[in-house]
């Protein structure tokens, strides 16, 4: 157990809708990743989290967004769902921006 | 980040040591080597990484070449339990994900 924790688990939307997904890091760390891992695929860097500010983003579009709050938690959100938006969605919290990464148990969107 | 490649697949008995590969040849001097796996539908389990030295730890060892161009995991006394896909990685901070290796221990 890594001490992070995402939710909710699992998640069906339909599209156009719009999703948050939450994830609360391992206490002391105030950096969150979140990765996007579709079926058979490794995980792709979405966005940075560092002390509530957006400190580095992946090739995601706009609609991919995110907060930090003071506590270090965080939330994913997706707006206008698209199909190929179904995915294993992974947050990893660490020290510092180059510290190691610990992941969650991730949040399986699926998006009809 | 620089890019790593890794063998698709491969099989190990169970007990015995596993040697995974990893080519990193354009790795830039500020990048560390990381081991991350991911056991089927799970979130990736960091395993070990390191810079330029060996490294060891309760999971597995770690071999960097001295050039820093290639590196080995090796999971000393596989297990049933250790059969995932296993990534290398080389980064600053951003994890980039290849395909991975696909480990399978067979008894």
């Known amino acids: 157990e890594t001490g992070v924790t995402q939710s909710p688990t699992h998640l069906i939307k339909t599209r156009g809708q719009q999703v948050t997904l939450r994830c609360s890091s391992q206490?002391?760390?105030?950096?969150v990743s979140w990765y996007q891992q579709a079926l058979g695929q490794g995980p792709q860097f979405i966005f940075q989290y560092y002390r509530e500010e957006e400190n580095g983003r992946g090739n995601f579009p706009p609609r991919f967004s995110g907060l930090q709050f003071p506590n270090y938690s965080s939330e994913l959100n997706v707006n206008a769902l698209e199909l190929d938006d179904s995915a294993l969605y992974l947050c990893?919290?660490?020290?510092?921006?180059?510290?190691?990464?610990?992941f969650g148990p991730g949040t399986r969107l699926l998006v009809l | 980040d620089a890019k790593t490649t890794q063998p698709t697949s491969m099989d190990c008995a169970e007990g015995r040591a596993a040697n995974l590969p990893c080519n990193h040849s354009?790795?830039?001097?500020?990048?560390?080597v990381y081991w991350y796996r991911q056991i089927h539908s799970q979130g990736p389990q960091y395993i070990i990484h390191g810079l330029k030295n060996n490294e060891t730890n309760e999971m597995a060892s770690l071999i960097i070449t001295e050039d820093r161009k290639s590196s080995t995991l090796i999971l000393p006394h596989a297990t049933l339990r250790d059969t995932a896909v296993y990534y290398c990685?080389?980064?600053?901070?951003?994890?980039?994900f290849g395909a991975g290796t696909t480990v399978t221990v067979r008894a």
């Open positions: 990893a919290s660490s020290l510092s921006g180059r510290e190691t990464q610990y």
């Open positions: 354009t790795i830039s001097g500020n990048e560390y």
């Open positions: 990685i080389v980064s600053r901070d951003k994890l980039s």
């Open positions: 206490s002391g760390h105030n950096t």
